[in-house]
T-cell receptor, first 113, second 112 residues
Framework: QQQVKQSPQSLIVQKGGISIINCAYENTAFDYFPWYQQFPGKGPALLIAIRPDVSEKKEGRFTISFNKSAKQFSLHIMDSQPGDSATYFCAAGYGGATNKLIFGTGTLLAVQP | NAGVTQTPKFRVLKTGQSMTLLCAQDMNHEYMYWYRQDPGMGLRLIHYSVGEGTTAKGEVPDGYNVSRLKKQNFLLGLESAAPSQTSVYFC???????????FGEGSRLTVL
């Protein structure tokens, strides 16, 4: 019940295309869903996060879509750029309890020029 | 502002050897964490600390020990390294009740 399932494991997108990464969770007590971006040789960094009181959150080209009834959330990267090539991790947790974050297994995104 | 700094960045150990990874943060964060990252496994929490002098077990604590003697430092120790501990280790810190984790750049450990 504590798992966060992430797919796909890897993704290749052409420049200008839309990248979509999906995550699913089981624990209905989760109320905080962040996405982290990790470039090679670097640590993950918070990209965008959503709480279940909204169904969508957009920051620039990055959008989180949240489906509470399906217990799924996804990251959409519009107009994907080669600089977006990175590993993306979804996570789920309980409000501000950062010690309780459960991470997905990661998606390696490659945006081809 | 350095953020979260991990040392060393790379280390090769033989089975049975011991070592300590050091994490230092300059953001005055209360919470600190040690994660390991393995291919196909994502990030898994080893141990964490909610304040100076406190530590707690995470998801995969076996084979590791930690100490938080100073607020800005969090040490991860391996007393008797095993090949299964070959991994990339990340330290992170955060404010209490705030969702954002700030990660270091990682320490790559190979156990032969």
């Amino acid at each position: 019940q504590q798992q966060v399932k992430q797919s796909p494991q890897s993704l290749i997108v052409q420049k200008g295309g839309i990248s979509i990464i999906n995550c699913a969770y089981e624990n209905t007590a989760f109320d905080y869903f962040p996405w982290y971006q990790q470039f090679p040789g670097k640590g993950p960094a918070l990209l965008i996060a959503i709480r279940p009181d909204v169904s969508e959150k957009k920051e620039g080209r990055f959008t989180i879509s949240f489906n509470k009834s399906a217990k799924q959330f996804s990251l959409h990267i519009m107009d994907s750029q080669p600089g977006d090539s990175a590993t993306y991790f979804c996570a789920a947790g309980y409000g501000g309890a950062t010690n309780k974050l459960i991470f997905g297994t990661g998606t390696l995104l490659a945006v081809q020029p | 502002n350095a953020g979260v700094t991990q040392t060393p960045k790379f280390r090769v150990l033989k089975t049975g050897q011991s070592m300590t990874l050091l994490c230092a943060q300059d953001m005055n964060h209360e919470y600190m964490y040690w994660y390991r990252q393995d291919p196909g496994m994502g990030l898994r929490l080893i141990h964490y600390s909610v304040g100076e002098g406190t530590t707690a077990k995470g998801e995969v604590p076996d084979g590791y020990n930690v100490s938080r003697l100073k607020k800005q430092n969090f040490l991860l120790g391996l007393e008797s390294a095993a090949p299964s501990q070959t991994s990339v280790y990340f330290c992170a810190s955060s404010y209490p009740l705030d969702g954002e984790l700030f990660f270091g750049e990682g320490s790559r450990l190979t156990v032969l």
